[in-house]
Structures are given as structure tokens and as C-alpha cells.
């Protein structure tokens, strides 16, 4: 007999929690009912490469009935977003791309929160675009989606992230001085610069070779 997803869980979740220390156990006791605890953990296992085991918890937290709780359904949509990050990690763009358009369907301000925004879940979807090979379709959307945050007044920070994925992009249409453009205006506004690979980028200028540049300045940039 098939067992259920919520089984598969309590399993996951009996076999995890030697993982944990005293002050983390209690979460894990948590997640068997709380979805905002579920997702803690899968975010945990997930940054330390458990990824199968965060998989698993994130469809839980997709799967799972609505309701009414604001709690509950803002951990749905991070599960979403986190679950679609995870497989893009594994080049599933198409599967990624279809979490990402729920998530997008589903978002309100409330649910989103202060640091999760609907023009970085589309971003994702303009980067699933790309990575399936649709680029002038990825150009299309970041291009609007930084119309947008311009219009709103967006952080640095959030403008950053869209001039540097517009290089990216641009690079793989071979459209140099576009893609210099867009890495540069991104390196301004970034929170911190990897300055071996700033000066590395440079060095690459001065011998003309520009792709290899604007691959140094994109790994330039930390967020």
C-alpha cells in the first residue's frame, strides 16, 4: 500500500530529528502540524544540501488543504518559491516555471510580506524562461519588470538583482554593450563587490575580451 504524503513526512521528520540541536528539536516536533515550522525546516535542510528531504517537505506544504489562516498560506507561498528555486538548481525550468505562476496567481502584499515581492517571483519566471533558452522572451519580462520597480520607487537592492540578471541575459544574445550596460549599473547598486573579480573584469576590458568581463563583474556582485 502507497503510503501518504503526510506519512512520508512524520518519517522524515522522526529520522531528522537527531540532526537538530536542543534549542532547533522543538521545531521539528512542530512541523508535524505547523506549516510555518514545516517550512523552517526545509529551508534549513535545504542550505545544508539536503535537498530531497526539503523537496519533500515543501510539497507537503503545497499539498496541504487552505484555510483561512494568513500564517499557513504565507508559508504556502514560500513553499512554492522555495520548492521552484530547488528545481531550478536541478535545470527543471519547466516544472519550476509552473510553481512559480501559482505563486504569482496566489500572491497578495499580505501573504508576500516585507521581503518578498511579486516582481521577484517574476523575475524567477524570466529566469526559468531563459533557462529553457526563450532569452529575447527573458529580456522581455526583466525589461518590464524593471519599468515597474522604477515606477514604484524600488530599492537598490531590487533594481540590482533585475540590471544584473538584464546582463546575463543580454550576454547570451551577444548584445555586448547592452550587457556591459546593465552589469555595471548593477555593481553600482550593490550591497557588496567581490573586488578580485572587479579587477578581473577590468583586466578582461583592457584585453578586449568582453565576454569573459561581463562574466567576471555578474560573479562580482553578492547579495
Not at 507561498?77 to 536541478?90: F, G, I, P, W
Not at 533558452?133 to 533594481?159: C, N, P, T, Y
Not at 578581473?200 to 560573479?219: L, T, V
Amino acid at each position: 500500500m502507497e503510503k501518504s504524503l503526510e506519512t512520508e513526512v512524520n518519517e522524515l521528520l522522526t529520522a531528522v530529528r537527531p540532526w537538530f540541536d536542543a534549542d532547533q528539536s522543538y521545531l521539528v516536533d512542530m512541523a508535524r502540524q505547523n506549516m510555518v515550522a514545516r517550512l523552517s525546516i526545509a529551508v534549513i535542510l535545504a542550505e545544508a544540501d539536503e535537498k530531497e528531504p526539503a523537496r519533500l517537505l515543501l510539497r507537503s506544504i503545497v499539498e496541504s488543504p487552505e484555510t483561512d489562516v494568513v500564517e499557513h498560506e504565507q508559508a504556502r507561498l514560500r513553499a512554492l518559491v522555495e520548492l521552484a528555486q530547488l528545481l531550478m538548481e536541478k535545470l527543471a525550468y519547466d516544472e519550476a516555471e509552473s510553481y512559480l505562476w501559482q505563486a504569482r496567481n496566489r500572491y497578495t502584499r499580505d501573504l508576500g510580506g516585507e521581503d518578498l515581492m511579486r516582481e521577484d517571483i517574476s523575475l524567477l519566471i524570466a529566469q526559468c524562461r531563459f533557462g529553457q533558452g526563450f532569452v529575447q522572451d527573458a529580456i522581455d519580462r526583466a525589461e518590464e519588470i524593471l519599468r515597474k520597480l522604477i515606477q514604484i520607487k524600488a530599492s537598490d537592492a531590487q533594481l540590482g538583482k533585475v540590471y544584473q540578471q538584464l546582463g546575463w541575459f543580454y550576454l547570451h544574445k551577444a548584445d555586448i554593450p547592452h550587457a556591459l550596460e546593465y552589469l555595471r549599473k548593477a555593481m553600482k547598486l550593490a550591497p557588496r563587490l567581490d573586488q578580485s573579480k572587479v579587477d578581473a573584469g577590468m583586466e578582461a576590458e583592457r584585453r578586449g575580451d568582453f565576454q569573459r568581463a561581463i562574466e567576471h563583474y555578474f560573479d562580482a556582485i553578492l547579495q
